[in-house]
């Protein structure tokens, strides 16, 4: 399964944009990836994924670099809500098993 | 639709018990997987189902076994508790084959103690 490297946290300012960095140099063609993220005490929920192109939904945005060897989430106002762990994973097309790494500790001050 | 259910949410065991966590989808996911989470750790997944009939190991089954009789259900069996399986369990689901292209589920989670 190909690896993702993340930083173990990062701090944003609330309602100031945050851009998480995941580098995953390994990624095969067929690989999504994919961002969940962990509040305190819950479990993940989906936030995003794509496979070449930049994407959008209305939690965040995905910009994923030309030869996919690294991609960012970007939240464009971080409110206090977003303090979690940010999973950054790559999901094979077949069969995809969902590996976590470590994940970024994402804080926000107010 | 619930979604995905786990039961029970808390459950403490003592060393040598056994137990059933249940989970269950409502989504009529093929693909399903457990996943346990120690404190200030990441997930790792413990074993996986692409569909009835069909289970498989992740990166840490020893301990645990799972089946899969229908495509709604997917339990986790420890046989003999043991303190190293003190965690918190999550159970997941996706559609389409699991298809990269799909998103993850998860569940609540059932939080594990093993005196």
């Known amino acids: 399964d190909a690896k993702t490297t993340q930083p173990n946290s990062m701090e944003s300012n609330e309602e100031e944009p945050v851009h998480l960095p995941c580098n995953h140099s390994t990624i095969s063609g067929t690989d999504y990836i994919h961002w969940y993220r962990q509040l305190p005490s819950q479990g993940p929920e989906y936030v995003i994924h794509?496979?070449?192109s930049n994407v959008n939904n209305r939690m965040a945005s995905l910009a994923i670099a030309e030869d996919r060897k690294s991609s960012t989430l970007i939240r464009h106002r971080a409110t206090l809500r977003d303090a979690a762990v940010y999973y950054c994973i790559l999901r094979p097309n077949q069969g995809g098993k969902l590996i976590f790494g470590q994940g970024t500790e994402l804080s926000v001050k107010p | 639709n619930a979604g995905v259910t786990q039961t029970p949410k808390f459950q403490v065991l003592k060393t040598g018990q056994s137990m059933t966590l249940q989970c269950a989808q409502d989504m009529n996911h093929e693909y399903m997987s457990w996943y346990r989470q120690d404190p200030g750790m990441g997930l790792r997944l413990i074993h996986y189902?692409?569909?009835?009939?069909?289970?498989d190991q992740g990166e840490v089954p020893n301990g645990y076994n799972v089946s899969r009789s229908t495509t709604e259900d997917f339990p986790l069996r420890l046989l003999s508790a043991a303190p190293s399986q003190t965690s918190v369990y999550f159970c997941a689901s996706t559609g389409g084959l699991a298809g990269g292209y799909n998103e993850q589920f998860f569940g609540p989670g059932t939080r594990l103690t093993v005196l």
């Open positions: 794509g496979l070449t």
């Open positions: 189902s692409v569909g009835a009939g069909i289970t």
